[in-house]
């Protein structure tokens, strides 16, 4: 079964400080990875998204990468900030099969 | 600033009666996706369309549940009869799978939900 992990569940950090929210992957045949933000009773919002023939992606303070042989993914967050305060989630899709699978998403503080 | 967009927004109803979910895909997109969000299942595909050809609803309860694509600038999603344990946060996206392109080929943009309750 094609199931997506991500740890912490919950995240709290003072503001400025760097973090990585962290995705698992347990089949490593991949077509994409996708990281979004959501907002609480919104939408999801496309971060970044990397191919499988890709190691990382960048965009602002965001950074990503992926490393399919250990079915791993982070979501690097520089110098963070309240606004930044979200529910991140990681989704993979499938070679052979174009729908997202998620993970339960990292909800993530980012105190003043 | 191109979206997909849905309506309603918000919808209560009581069990039984019908439920009707409508999406609007980016212009030019060729997928539309329906997903279901809860608390405890979190986000799971129903339905996808690849050029208004539905090609995976194994995700969608049969017996209550149809998703139909009248044409390529809408998207629909009925239930009939609805129940408590359906109520959710519904989903649509919409991508280009399938087209050539740069890194957003097989991206996906969500619209802000339908979120359905059912009494």
């Known amino acids: 079964k094609q199931e997506v992990t991500q740890i912490p569940a919950a995240l709290s950090v003072p503001e400025g400080e760097n973090l990585v929210l962290n995705c698992s992957f347990t089949?490593?045949?991949?077509?994409?990875l996708q990281w979004f933000r959501q907002d609480p009773g919104k939408g999801l919002t496309s971060l970044l998204l990397?191919?499988?023939?890709?190691r990382e992606q960048t965009s602002g303070r965001l950074n990503a990468s992926l490393d399919k042989s250990s079915g791993r993914s982070t979501l690097y967050i520089a110098a963070s900030q309240p606004g930044d305060s979200a529910t991140y989630l990681c989704?993979?899709?499938?070679?052979?099969?174009?729908?997202?699978?998620f993970g339960q998403g990292t909800r993530l503080t980012i105190n003043p | 600033d191109a979206r997909v967009t849905q309506t309603p927004r918000d919808k209560v109803t009581e069990m039984g009666q019908e439920v009707t979910m409508r999406c609007q895909p980016i212009?030019?997109?060729?997928?539309v996706f329906w997903y279901r969000q809860t608390m405890m299942q979190g986000l799971e595909l129903l339905a996808y369309?690849?050029?208004?050809?539905?090609?995976?609803d194994s995700g969608m309860p049969k017996d209550r549940f149809s998703a139909e694509m009248p044409d390529a600038t809408l998207a629909t999603l009925k239930i009939q009869p609805s129940e408590p344990r359906d109520s959710a946060v519904y989903f649509c996206?919409?991508?280009?799978?399938?087209?050539?392109?740069?890194?957003?080929?097989?991206?996906?943009?969500f619209g802000p939900g339908t979120r359905l309750t059912v009494l």
């Open positions: 212009l030019g997109h060729n997928t």
């Open positions: 369309f690849r050029n208004r050809a539905p090609l995976d």
């Open positions: 089949d490593s045949a991949i077509y994409n």
């Open positions: 996206a919409s991508g280009s799978q399938g087209l050539a392109g740069g890194p957003s080929y097989n991206e996906q943009f």
């Open positions: 990397i191919q499988s023939s890709q």
């Open positions: 989704a993979v899709s499938y070679q052979g099969a174009q729908k997202l699978v």
